[in-house]
């Protein structure tokens, strides 16, 4: 097992291009979140999948946000347009289908780090 | 709406003795999940600590410890016989017992472990 897998782990973008960063959840894990995280904040959520449904989306997940989940496995996010206040690392992280609330726990990836210029 | 507050932006220890690190959150529900997670340098997010709030006993994981004072709701980590490997920042977080799988974090405080 080797964890939640991100790539890229850093990207640098200049504003008003597209982004998309990828991320592998762990294999059984059906249950895929984003986060994103800014310097000195923890990071806040901006939506989440059982399989391939989108099931939560955030205020914080603009139109120009999108995330999928096709084959309840992989799952990409994708930044249109991007702004410099999207700066941020994107976390992503995967639990067993229980959730957290049968004691199973959220595991997170090392991160994608997106700076825009 | 639940917040989470980590009022120390920064601690420091000396290696070998004990750290608090506090937090404090705003929630109206009765059924909710705390948690203490570490994110060492390279950025990987670690679950340190979790405390269901129907339980009043306080967890422990090896040297890690809380204080979970449900009224005041408080839920401070210790950690004791601190290694230079805990250097880290480390996040306190909520998690509401309903259907909604969103952690909500605090701000983080940096902990620093001197030799």
């Known amino acids: 097992d080797t964890g939640v897998s991100q790539d890229p782990r850093h990207k640098i973008t200049k504003r008003g291009q597209n982004v998309t960063f990828r991320c592998d959840p762990i294999?059984?894990?059906?249950?895929l979140y984003w986060y994103r995280q800014t310097l000195g904040q923890g990071p806040e959520f901006l939506t989440y999948?059982?399989?391939?449904?989108?099931?939560?989306k955030s205020r914080l997940l603009s139109d120009r946000f999108s995330a999928e989940r096709p084959k309840g496995s992989f799952s990409t996010l994708e930044i249109q347009r991007t702004e410099q206040g999207d700066s941020a690392m994107y976390l992503c992280?995967?639990?067993?289908?229980?959730?957290?609330?049968?004691?199973?726990?959220?595991?997170f990836g090392e991160g994608s780090w997106l700076t825009v210029v | 709406a639940q917040t989470v507050t980590q009022s120390q932006p920064e601690m420091s220890v000396q290696e070998a003795e004990t750290v608090t690190l506090s937090c404090t959150y705003d929630?109206?529900?009765?059924?909710?999940?705390l948690f203490w997670y570490k994110q060492p340098p390279s950025r990987q997010m670690i679950l340190v600590i979790r405390q269901e709030a129907y339980k009043q006993q306080n967890a422990t994981e090896n040297r890690f410890s809380v204080n979970f004072q449900k009224a005041a709701k408080s839920f401070s980590l210790k950690i004791s016989d601190s290694q230079l490997g805990d250097a880290a920042m480390y996040f306190c977080?909520?998690?509401?017992?309903?259907?909604?799988?969103?952690?909500?974090f605090g701000t983080g405080t940096l902990l620093a472990v001197q030799p």
């Open positions: 929630t109206s529900e009765s059924d909710y999940y």
């Open positions: 992280a995967s639990s067993l289908p229980s959730g957290v609330f049968a004691g199973n726990t959220i595991y």
């Open positions: 999948f059982q399989n391939e449904a989108q099931l939560e």
């Open positions: 294999s059984e894990h059906n249950r």
């Open positions: 977080a909520y998690l509401w017992g309903g259907a909604t799988n969103k952690l909500i």
